[in-house]
């Protein structure tokens, strides 16, 4: 099936406009151009499922007070290499960095931290914060989790039972190089994509989802219900899942990120909820280490000799080239700041219908 139509613009456009809506919203500038940079850090990434498309469901987050604008961090525990972080319910990418740049502190003086964080707004690609304590020269591993975004079944049954509960594992490189960065959701695929095929874009992979008579599908009306043409789509009208990926294995990583990541961080999990509503909040355990504090000489040029040994490997059919981790979100970045950042139409349309209704225009 043909890609949908684009609309491209230029990142520090896309930028502009992004924040002049959260600040429209009643974020301050500030904090409007800090979300605008990391979705598009996202989208530069190729991460369009954690990108700008997330603008409209932000602001409506922040109308409806799930997420609050100018929050910081509240330090429920602490010890030398150790801190249970609460977020207060602020957006992701207020708390995200505050959080990070917490555990590269307590790293830099002790070789090592494990930061527990709870209650943030959705804190987006992962691998943003990797990449933060990795420009610090720490290496760090997230196991995050997402209350409230129960969408994914676990090996062997079809209800929901987690969200998409993303890892990461970023290693710094040289200075000025891009870190080797593994960071992907536990489902066979992010919820965006479920939309994006929802709406005639690429399809699902076969067995991405599982109706409640257990078959496996690709039809995304299995999560969003019966499919009108241009939405809305809400995952509580379908009755079926998206499966966890690497059958038993990434089923197992999304149930261990629920209990590090939503158990030990005292936040909640995808479990039931007792009372009240469910609003979408992000649990983080995060572990930071220092390389040289193990001793390990050499690390990066090892590291880098190991990264060009994989790459050296004889090609599969079909393939052009090995890749390491991080690599792809590299190359587009490279090509989408020269380029501009393409958005699907419908994505673009939904931004500028946001920005109308809070009396902007869009840019020209
Ligand atoms: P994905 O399936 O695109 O996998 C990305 C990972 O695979 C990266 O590490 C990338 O470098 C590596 N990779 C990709 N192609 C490769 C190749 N050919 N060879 C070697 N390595 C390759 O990612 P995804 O599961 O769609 O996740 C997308 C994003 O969504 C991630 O940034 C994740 O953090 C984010 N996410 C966030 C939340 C949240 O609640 N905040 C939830 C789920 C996912």
């Known amino acids: 099936m043909a890609d949908l139509p684009t609309h491209v613009i230029a990142a520090d456009k896309l930028a502009k406009f992004i924040g002049d809506i959260f600040t429209a919203a009643g974020t301050s500038r500030?904090?409007?151009d800090r979300i605008a940079h990391h979705?598009?850090?996202?989208?530069?990434?190729?991460?369009?499922?954690?990108?700008?498309?997330?603008?409209?469901?932000?602001?409506?987050?922040?109308?409806?007070?799930?997420?609050?604008?100018?929050?910081g961090l509240t330090v429920v525990t602490e010890g030398p290499t150790h801190a249970?972080?609460?977020?207060?319910?602020?957006?992701?990418?207020t708390i995200g960095p505050l959080a990070v740049d917490f555990g590269i502190?307590?790293?830099?003086?002790?070789?090592?931290?494990?930061?527990?964080?709870?209650?943030?707004?959705?804190?987006g690609r992962i691998g943003d914060w990797g990449e933060r304590a990795a420009r610090a020269g720490l290496?760090?591993?997230?196991?995050?989790n997402v209350a409230g975004g129960q969408?994914?079944?676990?090996?062997?049954?079809?209800?929901?039972?987690?969200?998409?509960?993303?890892?990461?594992i970023c290693i710094?490189?040289?200075?000025?190089?891009?870190?080797?960065l593994l960071d992907f959701a536990t489902s066979v695929v992010a919820e965006g994509k479920v939309l994006v095929a929802s709406n005639g874009?690429?399809?699902?992979?076969?067995?991405?989802?599982?109706?409640?008579?257990?078959?496996?599908?690709?039809?995304?009306?299995?999560?969003?219900?019966?499919?009108?043409?241009?939405?809305?789509?809400?995952?509580?009208?379908?009755?079926?899942?998206?499966?966890?990926?690497?059958?038993?294995?990434?089923?197992?990583i999304a149930f261990m990120c629920e209990i590090l990541a939503g158990v030990l961080t005292g936040g909640p999990t995808s479990g039931p909820v007792p009372e009240g509503r469910r609003r979408i909040t992000n649990g983080m355990l995060s572990i930071y280490l220092d390389p040289n504090h193990f001793g390990t000489q050499n690390f990066v040029a090892e590291a880098r000799e190991y990264a060009n040994y994989v790459k050296a490997s004889r090609l599969a059919e079909g393939t052009d080239e090995v890749l390491v981790p991080g690599e792809p979100e590299a190359r587009t970045r490279s090509e989408r700041i020269k380029n501009g950042v393409p958005l699907q139409l419908d994505t673009w349309n939904s931004i500028v219908a946001t920005a109308r209704a809070l009396g902007l225009s869009e840019p020209n």
């Open 105 to 123: 502190a307590k790293a830099r003086g002790e070789g090592m931290a494990i930061i527990a964080l709870r209650h943030s707004g959705h804190i």
């Open 139 to 144: 290496i760090s591993l997230h196991f995050v």
């Open 39 to 71: 979705l598009l850090g996202a989208n530069l990434t190729g991460h369009d499922s954690h990108g700008v498309i997330r603008v409209p469901r932000y602001v409506q987050n922040l109308q409806d007070g799930d997420v609050k604008a100018g929050q």
């Open 151 to 168: 969408l994914v079944a676990p090996f062997g049954g079809v209800d929901r039972r987690f969200s998409t509960n993303p890892v990461c």
């Open 30 to 32: 500030e904090e409007g």
């Open 172 to 180: 710094p490189m040289e200075p000025g190089k891009p870190p080797l």
């Open 201 to 252: 874009g690429k399809p699902l992979p076969e067995g991405a989802l599982i109706s409640p008579d257990g078959k496996l599908s690709t039809d995304p009306a299995v999560l969003y219900g019966p499919l009108t043409p241009g939405g809305p789509r809400g995952a509580g009208n379908g009755d079926g899942a998206i499966r966890a990926f690497g059958e038993h294995k990434g089923s197992g």
């Open 84 to 93: 249970v972080l609460d977020g207060n319910f602020g957006f992701g990418q």
